[in-house]
């Protein structure tokens, strides 16, 4: 009697999940026939829908017929009442949002901003059957009736996956944390005061190489990481100590294939289900998991995310996964939002950081103060080396304080058993060999090994990226490199053709990657030596170093 029982509950829900989506999707038919096409908000419920009551319908003659057990009817009746309580919030959604054919144009107007404001609401209801719909077509389509232990067992997994999430945490960061790490307080503590006064996205901004400040360590240990990164790592393992029970999570966000690759890692330590079903939409699953509360609380870094075109564009590169899934969206859609959920961004370009925050200003990395800088230099330079406070000071001055220039001149030194009064002369004899320098590619074994170590291969990336997005920002930028580094007029910039929003854009994209500075009250415009000798160096290996002489002569003829 208790199995005829279990089984009855579970064919009851069935039947009423098939009643409500039966109906949803002939609202959803009715509506694309007689009005128009399906909102944007809607359509991916609209294929969803059918699949999953077919696979239910199945589930259902199995029951029917009673191939089902006991055991695996409990199991599977809270996941089908799952699934009836979203397609029920659904259809209240329908209701306010979906215009129907005897609404006035005012009505059929409102109703299509109301679709707008649930967007939303509706997501996280497609995420919440996405996950079934995944779940249930794989084990429908792999149980035969003599392997309901199978089946059973899935949707216990899945019934339980968000207590097994919260029983045990993840900490995905592969960087170690460094016992020295000093300075950048001021940053760490801001991150914490916003994250804290809830606001769950914070960006750090700053050009590349002008990361962490970490004194007292010796070079060998492998440790160093001198980027924004580097304080994102910190930022993790003190949350991590702050909150044991949390996940932590860390995407490379560099391109489409690394942000895919991160995303499978968390669905796999994650266990969410589905993760494992070819084709299935690995974002969206990540973005279902995180977005419930109940899967909280996490911390997600999304380092390097220095390309505009990677979340706010339409197409991905390709990816080396022989799963690799195309996103239906852009990837801003696929960051998750949860009331116990914090990220930290880490950019070159400020305004990228800025609209994955919410629009809120970023953290600005600067270079390091003067004391700081000493410190970093005094810790990697040879103790046999001399030390002179006249020629440290010219050469931080040199390097603009950056840690990524201090600890690659530091290197050079130790590397050739050399000193700081060798590097200078170096540096002073031409712009040539201070070029060289600039390209000098040492490993540091704290840096991610795809990204290049020179100061010269840290911003040509920016380089590159400027030219391919804002080419006029690219043209600024270059003939600036060949002009006076100091007071340049913004006239002098000017093409005679420049429309004015072409101009401002152009330079808010440089000052954005912090490659150039800007006094507003006489309008003029400064270039640091190394950010205009590394363009130079670009400029060189374009074949368009002599273009740009002499349109810098013409400019100031």
């Not at 564009?313 to 696929?334: C, I």
């Not at 998750?336 to 990395?365: H, Y």
């Not at 000798?533 to 170093?545: G, I, M, R, V």
Request: net charge negative; aromatic share 8%.
């Amino acid at each position: 009697m208790a199995e005829t029982l279990a089984i009855i509950g579970l064919v009851s829900s069935i039947v009423q999940f098939v009643d409500f989506g039966t109906e949803i999707t002939r609202r959803l038919n009715e509506f694309q026939s007689n009005i128009q096409e399906v909102p944007e908000t809607f359509r991916h419920i609209k294929t969803q829908l059918p699949l999953l009551i077919d696979t239910l319908k199945q589930t259902q003659a199995q029951a029917d017929a009673t191939h089902l057990s006991e055991e695996t009817a409990k199991a599977l009746k809270p996941v089908i009442e799952g699934c009836l309580s979203q397609v029920k919030l659904l259809e209240e959604i329908l209701i306010k949002a979906l215009p129907t054919k005897k609404d006035s144009s005012l009505r059929k107007g409102l109703k299509a901003l109301t679709s707008l404001a649930h967007d939303k609401d509706v997501q996280r209801i497609t995420t919440a059957l996405d996950g079934y719909v995944q779940t249930l077509t794989y084990y429908a389509s792999n149980a035969t009736y003599a392997s309901n232990q199978v089946l059973q067992k899935a949707f216990q997994e899945l019934k339980l996956n968000s207590d097994t999430t919260r029983r045990k945490p993840c900490f995905m960061v592969k960087f170690d944390q460094d016992p020295d790490f000093i300075g950048r307080e001021d940053i760490l503590k801001e991150i914490d005061q916003r994250h804290g006064a809830g606001r769950p996205s914070v960006a750090i901004a700053g050009i590349g190489g002008v990361g962490s400040y970490i004194a007292h360590l010796v070079w060998d240990c492998g440790n160093l990481q001198n980027r924004k990164s580097r304080i994102a790592i910190e930022c993790c393992y003190r949350y991590k100590a702050r909150q044991p029970e949390a996940h932590v999570f860390w995407v490379h966000a560099s391109n489409h294939a690394r942000f895919e690759e991160a995303y499978r890692d968390i669905a796999r330590e994650l266990a969410i289900p589905g993760y494992d079903v070819p084709d299935a939409n690995i974002f969206q699953l990540v973005l279902g998991c995180l977005s419930d509360d109940g899967n909280g609380p996490w911390l997600l870094v999304l380092d390097n995310a220095d390309d505009m075109e990677i979340f706010f564009g339409a197409g991905p590169q390709a990816s080396s996964h022989q799963n690799s899934q195309k996103p239906t969206a852009a990837l801003v859609s696929y960051l998750p939002k949860s009331s116990n959920g914090s990220m930290i961004i880490t950019t070159r370009d400020r305004r990228v950081g800025e609209r994955l925050a919410n629009r809120e200003r970023a953290v600005d990395v600067l270079p390091l103060a003067t004391v700081d800088a000493e410190s970093l230099l005094r810790s990697k330079v040879p103790e046999y080396d001399e030390w002179d406070e006249a020629e440290s000071y010219e050469l931080l001055e040199a390097l603009n304080h950056l840690p990524l220039a201090i600890t690659q001149a530091a290197a050079f030194i130790s590397e050739n058993s050399s000193s700081v009064a060798d590097y200078l002369e170096m540096l002073r004899s031409s712009d040539s060999d201070f070029k060289d320098l600039l390209g000098e590619d040492l490993h540091d074994p704290g840096r991610d090994l795809e990204i290049q170590n020179s100061v010269f291969q840290t911003w040509k990336i920016s380089f590159d990226q400027i030219s391919r997005q804002k080419p006029r920002a690219a043209e600024i930028l270059s003939l600036m490199a060949l002009l006076d580094r100091q007071a340049i007029s913004g006239e002098l910039l000017r093409n005679d053709d420049d429309r004015n929003i072409d101009f401002v854009t152009a330079i808010g994209t440089l000052r954005a990657f912090s490659l150039i500075s800007e006094e507003k009250r006489s309008s003029t415009f400064g270039i640091h030596r190394l950010v205009q000798l590394s363009t130079q160096k670009w400029l060189e290996l374009q074949k368009k170093l002599e273009d740009w002489q002499e349109r810098a002569l013409d400019a100031v003829a």
